[in-house]
């Protein structure tokens, strides 16, 4: 990953904000790094996969539901309305 952030600084990348991966190994280093202020976020799709290979097959639905919900919240005292 290093090797690829450096590539995209040659190419003229010169700051990022915020990156949205699905936790690779490697890439926080590369991150911290190449772009040391930039955020790191789970990709949703992702966080959502793995939370459902850890729940029973008839509780996915549910559970899904909730995820959802709370991601979807207005705002932060909504999310953890929700997730309560």
């Known amino acids: 990953w290093t090797e690829l952030l450096g590539t995209l600084i040659k190419q003229g990348v010169k700051d990022v904000l915020l990156f949205v991966a ?3 190994v490697g890439l926080d280093e590369g991150l911290n ?7 790191r976020q789970r990709c949703l799709v992702h966080v959502g996969q ?5 729940v029973r097959v008839k509780d996915r639905k549910a559970v899904i539901s909730d995820f959802k919900q709370v991601h979807r919240a207005a705002n932060r005292e909504a999310a953890e309305l929700k997730l309560n």
């Open 50 to 54: 793995n939370l459902m290979n850890k």
């Open 33 to 39: 790094r190449h772009f040391p202020k930039a955020k």
């Open 22 to 24: 699905d936790g690779l």
